[in-house]
């Protein structure tokens, strides 16, 4: 699937912004979706998944609670509902597919979208 990440921006500490990406290709709902970040000379990091029919999902310990990642599957678009934003979100966020299992692995996942950029101030 070919993935179209957007809704990033520039936020203040505390505020909400909701990531959508958008994806093409068949059998959507067949896909593992996830949610990485990145910032520079870092490692990517997870920060969640949800599997095909959205009714498991798993998350990182430093974004449980805050963050909350869904999916619409007439939509072909998943989404990341960001809460309480901290200074240390701030990050490039990929969204990315895979056929597995929720994993935390960037390696399980196949397919990638761009970075949409989120930045929060103190």
């Known amino acids: 699937v070919q993935l179209q990440a957007s809704g990033g921006g520039l936020v203040q500490a505390g505020d909400s912004l909701r990531l959508s990406c958008a994806a093409s290709?068949?059998?959507?709902?067949?896909?593992?979706l996830g949610w990485f970040r990145q910032t520079p000379g870092k490692e990517r990091e997870f920060v969640s998944s949800?599997?095909?029919?959205?009714?498991?999902?798993y998350g990182a310990d430093s974004v449980k609670g805050r963050f909350t990642i869904s999916r619409d599957n007439a939509k072909n678009t998943v989404y990341l509902q960001m809460n309480s934003l901290k200074p240390e979100d701030t990050a490039a966020y990929y969204c990315?597919?895979?056929?597995?299992?929720?994993?935390?692995?960037?390696?399980?996942?196949?397919?990638w979208g761009q970075g949409t950029q989120v930045t929060v101030s103190s």
């Open positions: 990315a597919a895979g056929l597995t299992r929720l994993s935390p692995k960037y390696i399980r996942y196949t397919d």
């Open positions: 290709g068949r059998a959507f709902d067949t896909y593992t």
């Open positions: 949800i599997n095909g029919n959205g009714g498991t999902t």
